[in-house]
């Protein structure tokens, strides 16, 4: 079987590609493992937000907001969507200092979408904060959204436009033809088509692999709750903090779905995912500080999904630059559900020979190969099980937080190859458990040589060179 198009991930990013191919005239076909939106596209915190977008993302984002006003036209459905202002909230004079200076930031660059307000206006949105609060930045125009209604209506939307999905369908191998490209499925078939999309999520890097162009993406899995019903207690109004991990989504419904960044243990490759509860107990107590009327409030659920990251934390959208022909969208981590519509449009010019109406230069997927950036799957298995005079060859140094927001595991290593050694750190952003097997993460690599500088292993210097690579 042919198509123009192939694309490998029924996540939003891939329906969202195949649908506006098919409007333009091109055979797709989607393959998808499990079925569409399994994963992040479907169970996220339903964030249709533009505040506090890395500067290389608001373009998209404001964009796309438009386009989930007209979501009951372009796929049949509203998506649940409906406006709920987000509220970044500050705790501190300190705080009140990060968000003045970023709207200053923004309105130098010509957005105004993010404002900042007094205590009296956070009052007026959100009545019930806790007396510490000394002011915010609001974008009025955020909403949220049901990320499952989403997924099959973007799904369901594809197939009524043409595009073939096939779910429970894993490609295992794809390979260069003449003519384009070949995958192979799991059940043995083959398939054909001129062009490939990478839209696999938390698998793009391995996938991408199988071409000879291997991305850094990794694994996290972010973990969200969601309490009993608790009317008015938001007004309406979702929340986040400056200088903590919290964010509080207010459903229309009375519940508060939880999340902001908390991570679960996981292993990729047997595609499992534990729960962790101190992740969730760290967020109770926050958000008790935040709103203390929640004090008595229920945990009704948890819930986590896999989500393909990058190191700077902003996706890789754009043509490969090693094999003509494939395309990636990926890399999103945990942020990519409300510029999807958008991230379709210009996934489909690219594809299609136009150049895109929106610059992807920030996103391309070659930025990273001037930064020492590794992958890790599959080599910091074998770095961990390396061991040197009898000893593992990896140490634990520490944490700390880069911007004040992501929190990170250090760990040194030191692998041989041929006559040298590898010498560096692996980061990380887990649920913290203990075991290191099933960890995700970046390994970068500070020193190349026969002999290991004696201060590499300090852990300010560590820092230092991290935070060095992870800004560029």
């Known amino acids: 079987m042919k198509a123009d198009v192939l694309i490998v991930g029924g996540g939003i990013m891939g329906c969202s590609t195949a649908i506006e191919l098919a409007r333009k005239g091109k055979s ?222 207010a459903a229309q419904n009375g519940t508060i779905i939880v999340g902001g960044g908390y991570r679960s243990p996981h292993d990729l490759e047997k595609e499992k995912i534990w729960i962790d509860p101190m992740q969730m107990a760290k967020a109770s107590k926050i958000m008790i500080e935040i709103l203390p009327g929640l004090r008595d409030a229920q945990m009704m659920r948890c819930w986590a999904a896999f989500e393909g990251c990058l190191a700077d934390k902003v996706p890789i959208v754009g043509e490969s630059t090693k094999v003509s022909g494939l395309f990636h969208v990926c890399g999103f981590s945990a942020h990519g559900f409300q510029m999807a519509p958008m991230m379709g449009r210009v996934m489909s010019q690219l594809v299609l020979g136009q150049k895109p109406e929106l610059s992807l230069d920030d996103f391309r997927p070659d930025r990273f190969e001037d930064a020492s950036y590794r992958w890790k799957a599959g080599c910091f298995k074998k770095q961990h099980a390396e061991k040197k005079n009898g000893r593992r060859a990896h140490k634990l140094c520490g944490h700390f937080s880069l911007n004040n927001s992501q929190q990170f595991r250090l760990l040194a290593f030191e ?40 201060q590499l292993f300090v852990l300010s210097e560590i820092i230092d060179k991290f935070a060095t690579l992870a800004k560029r």
């Not at 980061?427 to 290991?452: K, M, Q």
């Open 28 to 249: 797709v076909i989607i393959f998808e493992k499990n079925i569409p939106g399994r994963h992040a596209s479907g169970n996220n915190s339903g964030g249709v937000r533009c505040q506090g977008r890395d500067i290389r993302e608001i373009s998209f984002a404001l964009e796309a907001r438009k386009m989930w006003d007209h979501h009951s036209k372009t796929v049949f459905s509203d998506c649940g969507f409906f406006v709920s202002p987000r509220l970044r909230l500050a705790e501190s004079d300190a705080d009140m200092e990060v968000l003045v200076k970023r709207q200053e930031k923004l309105n130098s660059l010509g957005y105004d979408h993010e404002v900042v307000v007094d205590r009296e206006e956070v009052l007026r949105m959100s009545p019930n904060v806790s007396d510490h609060i000394v002011g915010g930045l609001v974008c009025y125009t955020d909403g949220l959204a049901n990320p499952m209604l989403t997924s099959k209506a973007y799904a369901t939307t594809a197939e009524r436009e043409g595009v073939t999905i096939f779910s429970h369908t894993r490609v295992v191998e794809a390979t260069t033809t003449a003519s384009g490209f070949k995958v192979r499925t799991s059940g043995g078939k083959e398939y054909e088509g001129e062009m490939l999309v990478n839209g696999t999520g938390a698998w793009a890097g391995r996938f991408s692999e199988m071409l000879g162009d291997p991305l850094p993406v990794f694994a996290a899995a972010p973990t969200m709750m969601v309490t009993d019903r608790m009317p008015d207690m938001m007004a309406g109004t979702s929340l986040g903090l400056t200088g903590r991990l919290l964010g509080l989504m």
């Open 415 to 454: 692998v041989s190859r041929g006559n040298e050694y590898l010498y560096g750190v692996f980061f990380d952003n887990p649920g913290y458990s203990g075991s290191l097997r099933n960890y995700e993460g970046i390994a970068c690599v500070i020193h190349v040589g026969r002999t290991c500088p004696s």
